[in-house]
């Protein structure tokens, strides 16, 4: 069985919003529902498919209660990091050179090193010779980086897409530009 997340984070990996402003904002538009039991966590809202655009004939979205046959679509919205993370699945692809579009094996090891140090690290491309922080690099929306991160449960890499009205009120929480990618774990 694989846990599949959609997952939205400022573009600056160092800023966070404050998680009550984010609620109350995605709650009056109608992405958010009612609470669900465990903390930070919110069934979809009435105008969820407003805000995410699934693609395909025919893609399965189950919402409702959690069950043990189905991954639940829920949407997360956890409490800000104190220093930024590295976040990637067992889907991590190769990052790519932004200057010369070199595809590094190393995606994870680069993501760990700047983890450790997020404001120090730079990576150098063996192709070009330059050098970039591990945020920079084309990831292909495999992997993110920072302190804040908003979690849609339940959605498959590929099957859909924040809309830009989505991406649009997210910024309106004075961060910026926001980044979505995707991540998959898979359970033994």
Sequence with gaps: MSTNLLLLTPADPFTAPEPNGVIQRLTAAGFLGAPLPQPGFFKPGEEFFQFVTFLGCSPVVALGEP?????????EIPAPLEQPIFVAGDNLKPPRCPACGYRSPEGRAIGESWEAEPQHHLWRCPACGKEYSAPQLRWRHCAGFGRFFLKVWGVFEGEAVPSEQLMHRLAEENLGEWREFYVRYESP
Excluded: H
Excluded at 67 to 75: K, L, N, P, V, Y
């Design 67 to 75: 069950g043990a046959t189905a991954e639940i679509c829920r949407i």
